[in-house]
């Protein structure tokens, strides 16, 4: 007998800025608290989780198991088996499905699974201290780039791949900045409705003056226009297209999802948010990571025995303004239908944590939508993507 795997209920932090209002916290206590919050939500109790599955790409000093680090930070019991995981940007995505695989082969009912990341937090490194330098200079390495952000299999910075496939593909300038200030005015459309505020759990941050709650986005920008985004040069090729403006920020944040065999969740009353029904993930020449998303969400649909042509909405991750622009021409879809409250450009990409930000923002506004089927699609480095497929009933 198979058995389903639905998203019960999920949360996110609000997504900060490098060094900014969720500076001073470490990944795990993000973590802890979008767990807690989503466990709240879905009505269960802590006593009910099974396993927790999170993503964390930066975990350079983080300590063993963060995974089992925010699970003890939200209060599970010690009982409760943890893992972490990491394919770079795609690490919240594939917590999503690592847990739909656990449920499915029947090793657990109930799993959280999500994502997080501090990237404020990442360390810098000294190699060889460990046994000392004999004559010379030793340089400090940042971990927040080497690790998250620097291609390993080239040794290029992401950004000058994600501006050689824009070329490529004939994407440029003014299309990358034009799809980035609809980020930004999407996702202010969507806060005037309430959208964020629904996903969000404020942070509380202890302080000698007292605490602080952080609630909101902090890197949204009502005030970008065309002409700001025009004026901006580029950052990582001088002769480039990528510019501060059409890529997203470098940022802190977490979000989490409770999912169940849908059995289980019945037998108790409780109303899924999403049924996930497909799943992939591909690989492709490293420079080509703008490709994958489109691949990965092939595979997905092929899964569910579906077709581009059945689906309602698209969250795909805005790695850089060229990534969606390049899926969605290559699923041969309307843009109108990716990103319909906004993505990473605007709110930023905690790279561990972005993967299951999209898949929850989709199951929500699917179901604001009154049902109907989604796709999340995430490119990562090293050129793979992951992709899942979720069905909102009406």
């Known amino acids: 007998m198979s058995r389903e795997t639905v998203i019960i209920a999920g949360a996110r932090t609000p ?15 993000l973590g802890a608290v979008a767990i807690r919050c989503a466990i709240e939500r879905s009505g269960i109790t802590t006593a009910d989780i099974q396993h927790v599955v999170l993503g964390q790409v930066l975990q350079g000093g983080a300590g063993q198991n963060p995974a089992r680090q ?3 930070g939200a209060g599970l019991d010690r009982v409760v088996t943890a893992e972490t995981v990491n ?27 999500g994502g997080m990341e501090s990237m404020s937090n990442a360390p810098y490194l000294l190699r060889q201290a460990r046994f000392g330098y004999r004559m010379g200079d030793a340089a400090l390495e940042d971990s927040m780039i080497g690790d998250g952000l620097m291609c390993a299999s080239t040794g290029t910075h992401m950004g000058l791949h994600g501006g050689a496939v824009a070329s490529e593909e004939g994407v440029g300038r003014e299309e990358q900045d034009a799809f980035a200030l609809r980020s930004h005015q999407r996702y202010f459309a969507a806060l005037e409705r309430g959208v964020p505020t629904e996903e969000i759990v404020p942070v509380r941050i202890a302080g000698r003056k007292g605490d602080t709650v952080v609630e909101t986005d902090e890197a949204p920008r009502a005030d970008t226009s065309t002409e700001a985004l025009a004026r901006l040069k580029p950052v990582f090729d001088p002769e ?25 969740a019945e037998a108790r009353g409780i109303m899924p948010l999403a049924t996930v029904i497909g799943h992939g993930t591909a690989a492709w020449d490293a420079p080509y990571l703008a490709y994958t998303p489109e691949m990965a969400a092939r595979i997905a649909l092929k899964r569910a025995s579906l077709d581009v042509s059945d689906v309602d909405l698209w969250e795909i991750n805005e790695a850089f303004a060229s990534v969606p622009i390049i899926a969605a021409r290559r699923l041969g879809i309307d843009l109108n239908r990716v990103n319909v409250n906004g993505g990473a450009i605007a709110l930023g990409h905690p790279i561990g944590a972005s993967g299951a930000r999209i898949t929850l923002s989709l199951a929500l506004e699917l179901r604001r939508r009154g049902g109907g089927i989604g796709v999340a699609a995430i490119c990562s480095g ?7 497929v979720l069905r909102v009933d009406g």
């Open 240 to 264: 480039g297209t990528v510019t501060a403006g059409n890529a997203p920020g470098v940022n802190d944040g977490a979000a989490a999802m409770v999912l169940a065999e849908r059995g289980w």
């Open 382 to 388: 090293g050129g793979q993507g992951d992709a899942v």
């Open 15 to 29: 997504i900060g800025k490098l060094g900014g209002a969720l500076g001073s916290l470490r990944a795990v206590d």
């Open 87 to 113: 394919r770079v940007c795609g690490s919240g995505m594939l917590a999503v499905t690592v847990a739909d695989l656990l449920i499915g082969a029947g090793h657990h009912d109930v799993v959280v699974a």
């Open 70 to 72: 925010a699970a003890f």
